[in-house]
């Protein structure tokens, strides 16, 4: 009898994340066809993000373990290969083959309680890239829905389509944080989002803002940016902000960075009745401060989760040159070398502060 012929099933590149620190290049089924609402994505560049390294350190991220192999990566930036039926996209319009997109990892249901009132950020079924068990971006192509695909003007390249993730991050910081014009402001954390939060702020009217981080390329960069830099390895981080405030303390204090007393710092930096809003993800799932401190100060303090309508504004000022995206790239690795760039990103090697993957 004739031999049958057996067509292979397509595949892609993609590193998945397998264990702590246990990150490997292989090759995964290609995802196919998109469905109803759905993009096929051919993705273009993926930055490494600060909730990233936690899941490849730990193999979890707060109080969610990875408990299978997982594509990481949620900053990302592609373009549509095809669209299923009834495809919206962010801003309601159909979404077309061809068009370069950035994209909301998130994807919200739509229609539980938090969502129909406007918080889509905190919707309780809500899948997100790169979070177990949802898959990411670092492979060639994905699914993702259409509504978080977002068109990006040619004015804008890939890498900085990719970097509206973080800077929606960044402008609901300050949103919560209510900045009005010359506010006082500390940020603890230099690294990629306290360095855009730092950026908002200045475009919000804060004046002074000091920028704490305990390494000197990224205080240079804060330094460059209009940030007041604080090397706090080398001097008591709150007692400089104390001083440069004349003991008033600062309106906002935003902790980016939950490295050691990070939490506990910008509540002692804080003013009495001023605000606080914290942004990092401890690795430990823990918060902690002197509750004394909180109380007699009358501190209000508000955690940070994600991002909040933030698209078409991050959009607006990325086209119009009013934040720096890509003075924060300090390393690109092509997706084959994902596993270098894990292990350089997290051990803070080679004056790193933004790591991206191209495809």
């Known amino acids: 009898m004739p031999r049958r012929r057996t067509t292979a099933s397509p595949t892609m590149l993609a590193a998945r994340l397998h264990g702590p620190a246990d990150m490997r290049m292989e090759r995964v089924p290609h995802p196919g066809p998109p469905g109803r609402g759905q993009a096929l994505l051919r993705v273009k560049v993926t930055g490494l993000c600060g909730s990233d390294l936690h899941s490849y350190k730990n193999a979890r991220i707060g109080d969610t373990p990875i408990e299978g192999p997982l594509v990481l990566g949620h900053e990302f930036s592609g373009v549509v290969q095809a669209v299923g039926p009834d495809s919206l996209d962010?801003?309601?319009?159909?979404?077309?083959?061809?068009?370069?997109?950035?994209?909301?990892?998130?994807?919200?249901?739509?229609?539980?309680?938090?969502?129909?009132?406007?918080?889509?950020?905190?919707?309780?079924?809500?899948?997100?890239?790169?979070?177990?068990?949802?898959g990411g971006s670092l492979c060639q192509w994905m699914h993702m829905s259409a509504r978080s695909c977002f068109p990006v003007p040619r004015a804008l390249d890939d890498v900085e389509a990719a970097l509206l993730e973080p800077l929606g991050v960044a402008i609901h910081a300050v949103d919560l944080a209510r900045i009005r014009v010359a506010d006082s402001v500390a940020i603890l954390g230099a690294g990629p989002i306290g360095l855009l939060i730092l950026q908002v702020a200045k475009l919000a009217g804060a004046d002074p803002v000091l920028v704490t981080d305990k390494f000197p390329w990224r205080l240079k960069l804060a330094e460059k940016y209009g940030g007041a830099p604080v090397n706090c390895d080398r001097e008591n981080a709150s007692q400089r902000v104390w001083r440069e405030t004349q003991g008033r303390g600062v309106d906002v204090a935003i902790e980016a960075a939950w490295g050691e007393?990070?939490?506990?710092?910008?509540?002692?930096?804080?003013?009495?009745?001023?605000?606080?809003?914290?942004?990092?993800?401890?690795?430990?799932?823990?918060?902690?401060?002197?509750?004394?401190?909180?109380?007699?100060?009358?501190?209000?303090?508000?955690?940070?989760?994600?991002?909040?309508?933030?698209?078409?504004?991050?959009?607006?000022?990325?086209?119009?040159?009013?934040?720096?995206?890509?003075?924060?790239?300090?390393?690109?690795?092509?997706?084959?070398?994902?596993?270098?760039?894990?292990?350089?990103n997290a051990a803070y090697r080679d004056d790193v502060v933004k790591v991206i993957v191209k495809v």
């Open 90 to 134: 962010g801003r309601f319009e159909s979404l077309k083959p061809g068009v370069r997109v950035a994209v909301d990892p998130a994807q919200p249901c739509g229609c539980c309680e938090l969502c129909e009132q406007g918080h889509p950020h905190l919707c309780r079924r809500l899948h997100f890239c790169g979070n177990y068990p949802d």
């Open 261 to 344: 007393q990070s939490v506990e710092q910008a509540a002692e930096m804080a003013r009495w009745g001023g605000r606080v809003v914290l942004v990092g993800i401890p690795g430990d799932d823990r918060l902690a401060m002197n509750h004394s401190t909180a109380r007699r100060k009358g501190l209000t303090i508000l955690l940070s989760r994600r991002m909040k309508h933030t698209y078409a504004r991050a959009l607006r000022l990325a086209e119009r040159g009013r934040v720096d995206l890509k003075g924060l790239v300090s390393h690109r690795f092509p997706l084959k070398r994902a596993v270098e760039a894990f292990q350089l």
